[in-house]
C-alpha cells in the first residue's frame, strides 16, 4: 500500500494549514493485482501479498527474538530475589544498559 501526503500552509499573523493523504490506486493495484479500496486494505478483508512475505518473515522473527529476549530478562529477575536493601520483591533488568546490573527499580544491586 503506498500513499501520498501533500501539505501546504501560510503564517502571516494566522496560520492556514491543511493535509491530504490520497490513495495511490493504480500502484495498489499493480502491488495486489487488482482494484482495491482502502478500507479493504486497512481492514484486514485483503490476505498478505505473496511479494511482503520477507517482511512478514521478517517481522515475526524480530517479535520471536523480543519474546526469547523478554523470556530471559524474566529468568535473571528470578534469579535475582528479593533486594536486601530496600522493599524491591522483584529484580528488573535494564533492557538497554544491559551491562548494568542494578535493578531498574531501586537502582541496587540484587
Not at 32 to 53: F, H, I
Not at 75 to 92: E, I, N
Request: charged residues 20%; hydrophobic residues 40%.
Amino acid at each position: 500500500n503506498y500513499s501520498y501526503s501533500h501539505s501546504k500552509g501560510l503564517y502571516a499573523g494566522i496560520s492556514l494549514q491543511g493535509s491530504v493523504i490520497v490513495a495511490r490506486n493504480d500502484l495498489n493495484r499493480k502491488f495486489y493485482g487488482q482494484d482495491l479500496q482502502p478500507a479493504e486494505l486497512l481492514g484486514g478483508s485483503v490476505g498478505q501479498p505473496r511479494a511482503a512475505e520477507p517482511l512478514y518473515d521478517a517481522i515475526a522473527a524480530a517479535m520471536t527474538q523480543l519474546q526469547e529476549h523478554r523470556d530471559i530478562l524474566a529468568q535473571r529477575a528470578a534469579l535475582m530475589g528479593v533486594c536486601r536493601l530496600c522493599t524491591c520483591r522483584t529484580f528488573v533488568a535494564h533492557v538497554v544498559q544491559v551491562w548494568n546490573k542494578k535493578c531498574k527499580n531501586c537502582d541496587h544491586v540484587h
